[in-house]
């Protein structure tokens, strides 16, 4: 075989099928996906969620996690944000020309572990090679299903007034990570992507307490924020000084000119619940090892909707808005 | 690592924030030169702390908003020309020229690419050595000396495709220019952060002395602002007016002679551009006549055509320092940072950029 992926391998022949059962079943195989139909048969009974994602993250490996890590784990917790329990997701790659082969068995070896780890099945995929520079050497979609337990009504419009807001570990992580990656910034303390799959920690605490739950991907914590605020038409309010900030990714932060309430997280989220059930949740997140930085960060008012006001660590105020644009370094 | 939290310290900001409230008596004006200082005021909610005493206003001290459409007409023009390929820092993308903008010119099949520094311009130009790669060379004395040491790199490594379209501008004299004009009054100013790691604090040196204003050198914390406008209302106070440093970590009095060597070896004075300000003499830095194989303007036909400004934008009065965002009538309607019309908008130190984002909560 080559060792890098040729247009020949998307063609449909025999070295289509060689890499299809060599680098994909072989790794990721279960009953399900095993019978190579055209579709994949599901059993499944109850509300069920679906979602997709599609992942073009550059680098496709970055301190943390790959690209193949993340197209899991960012679709499993799609799924865990509306309570539901993950089951099935498919995997569709799209191949630029030349992926040295032993990059592509990296991916799908962390694919197949955050799937593990997840408890998801890949049931169904699809795989296709296009020339060099139609692509940037890889691009996965995934899309996943997943069951909601009887009773949970879980959504961006279910925040009300006097519910607590809780992040579950630090923020900016996963932004900070890429960025320093991809633009060859070095710093004495490495900065890890966050990326994990959250759906544990989100069955360990959903109750009919929790009102909305969302992971503060693009866009970080402000962008979430500010969504949950205008689907919900109340205004939140947030501490700063109860932000949980990694020293190293604040230093980056202030080095580049970024705010870390806008940068890309992959294993977080916020939590909107209910007050008297806030340090009972916390605790239980605390518990999970995704959850252990966990913090109650601001809560819920009728005041402002759709406005997210922030009180500064000097006793001051101000508007978190949502982010415009791409997010640049600072030129002075 | 624990500096930052240090320079945001709750209580140290409030015994700072009691003693300029003690402290001061009169009215004063104070301008925040720097679009660094406008975005930590409103991030950290400052204005709302200070005094009624006090008013700040936000200075010219963004690189991308005063560069003039004229200087960023030619840009664009550039980039229309085959065989070349733009390098610019990611803001000046954006911003409307007279009649289209960088991005623009991408879309219509121009070859522009962002880059975060010169190095990334340099390995673009070693990647293509059949092509002209011309860097867009905006900001202050900050970022200078790292053009100026990639001149000397590329002349070293025999890089005979990198050229500089050098809109580099000086910070002391445009100060000068604006308290010429004489349309703000103003009784103090805090100075640059970054650029005065560079330059020191020296070159303001005859803003106490010519202008009886007061001066302190400020950096991007919370603190090293309230510091900055402590010795401010102390010089006012007290009617001694000078150049202070309350930003001791990162700036000294003569400022960094390695990096003030380095611009001088490759760049000499000449006038500058100025958005809002127009021509201000010796304010901008050119190659000099050795580097001059490197300098665009001197190796390329440029002709924009004539320069206009968006009708309505009020950019120019705003790093003028006599409007703000919010006397401008596009502000918030035509005006957004996903629609820009004028640069004040597009750039993350604008100040139209920053009263949208921090709005009136911040305004105080």
């Given amino acids: 075989m080559a060792d890098r992926v040729l247009l020949a391998h998307g063609s449909g022949g025999k070295l289509s099928h060689d890499l299809v059962a060599k680098s994909l079943v072989a790794v990721l195989g279960n009953t399900i996906l095993d019978r190579l139909d055209d579709s994949a048969v599901l059993e499944a009974s109850g509300r069920l969620a679906f979602t997709t994602d599609s992942y073009t993250v550059s680098p496709i490996f970055f301190p943390g996690g790959d690209i193949g890590k993340l197209s899991v784990c960012g679709t499993v917790n799609d799924l865990a944000m509306s309570g539901a329990a993950p089951l099935y997701l498919s995997l569709s790659l799209i191949i630029e020309e030349g992926l040295p082969l032993a990059e592509l068995e990296t991916i799908v070896a962390s694919i197949h572990q955050a799937a593990s780890e997840a408890g998801v099945q890949i049931v169904t995929g699809d795989t296709k090679v296009v020339n060099q520079g139609s692509a940037d050497k890889l691009f996965i979609n995934t899309s996943g299903i997943g069951i909601i337990p009887e009773g949970l009504d879980i959504a961006g419009a279910n925040a009300r007034p006097g519910d607590k807001v809780i992040i579950s570990g630090t923020i900016g992580d996963h932004g900070i990570a890429i960025m320093s990656q991809r633009e060859g910034i070095e710093f004495k303390v490495p900065i890890v992507s966050d990326c994990a799959p959250l759906n544990k920690l989100v069955a360990e605490i959903v109750s009919p307490n929790v009102h909305c739950l969302r992971d503060p991907t693009r866009g970080g914590l402000a962008a979430t924020l500010n969504e949950l605020a205008g689907q919900s038409r109340v205004g939140i309010r947030i501490d700063e000084v109860s932000l949980p900030v990694e020293e190293a990714v604040r230093a980056a932060c202030e080095l580049l000119g970024f705010d870390p309430l806008y940068i890309a997280n992959e294993g977080k989220l916020v939590a909107m619940v209910a007050p008297d059930e806030a340090e009972g949740i916390l605790t239980k997140m605390r518990q999970n090892k995704y959850g252990t930085g966990a913090a109650a960060i601001g809560e819920v008012v009728s005041d402002h909707p759709g406005r997210v006001i922030m009180k500064t660590r000097l006793g001051s105020s101000r508007i978190v808005d949502m982010p415009v644009g791409e997010l640049l370094p600072r030129i002075c | ?364």
Avoid at chain 2, 26 to 47: D, L, N, S
Avoid at chain 2, 64 to 87: E, F, H, S, Y
Avoid at chain 2, 178 to 192: A, N, Y
């Fill in chain 2, 1 to 364: 690592m624990k500096f930052i939290d240090d320079y945001r310290d709750p209580k140290l900001g409030q015994r700072l924030i009691d003693r300029i409230q003690h402290l001061s008596t009169t009215p004063v004006r104070f301008m925040e030169f720097c679009g660094g200082h406008t975005v930590a005021i409103f991030r950290h909610g400052i204005r709302q702390l200070l005094p009624r005493t006090i008013e700040m206003l936000s200075g010219p001290g963004c690189p991308v908003c005063v560069t003039a459409n004229q200087d960023l007409d030619k840009a664009i023009a550039l980039a229309r020309q085959p065989g070349v390929i733009i390098a610019s820092f990611g803001d000046m993308l954006r911003v409307p020229g007279s009649h289209s903008s960088l991005q623009q010119a991408k879309a219509e099949g121009g070859d522009v690419r962002v880059v975060y520094s010169t190095q990334d311009a340099l390995a673009i130009a070693r990647e293509n050595p059949d092509k002209a790669l011309v860097f867009i060379g905006i900001g202050f004395e900050t970022t200078a000396p790292t053009i100026a040491a990639s001149i000397i790199q590329a002349e070293a490594e025999g890089i005979n495709n990198y050229y500089v379209l050098s809109f580099h501008k000086l910070c002391p004299p445009v100060m000068k220019a604006i308290l010429d004009l004489g349309e703000v009054s103003l009784s103090g100013i805090i100075c640059p952060g970054h650029v005065s790691a560079i330059i020191g604090s020296h070159p303001y040196d005859f803003i106490p002395q010519d202008y009886g204003i007061a001066c302190a050198v400020a950096g991007f914390e919370p603190l090293d602002i309230l510091l900055s406008i402590d010795m401010l209302i102390n010089q006012i106070e007290t009617e001694q007016y000078r150049v202070e440093i309350a930003y001791r970590r990162g700036v000294r009095p003569e400022g960094n002679h390695q990096a003030l060597k380095l611009m001088d070896s490759v760049f000499e004075t000449g006038d500058a551009n100025w958005r809002g300000i127009g021509i201000v003499p010796a304010s901008g830095l050119k190659l000099s006549q050795k580097y001059q194989r490197f300098d665009a303007e001197s190796n390329f036909a440029i002709d924009p055509g004539p320069a206009r400004e968006p009708a309505g934008c009020i950019c120019g009065s705003i790093l003028r320092g006599i409007s703000t965002p919010a006397d401008c009538r596009l502000f918030k309607n035509s005006c957004t940072p996903e629609d820009p019309v004028g640069p004040c908008m597009v750039s993350s130190e604008g100040a139209c950029a920053t009263y949208y984002h921090y709005g009136d909560t911040g305004g105080g």
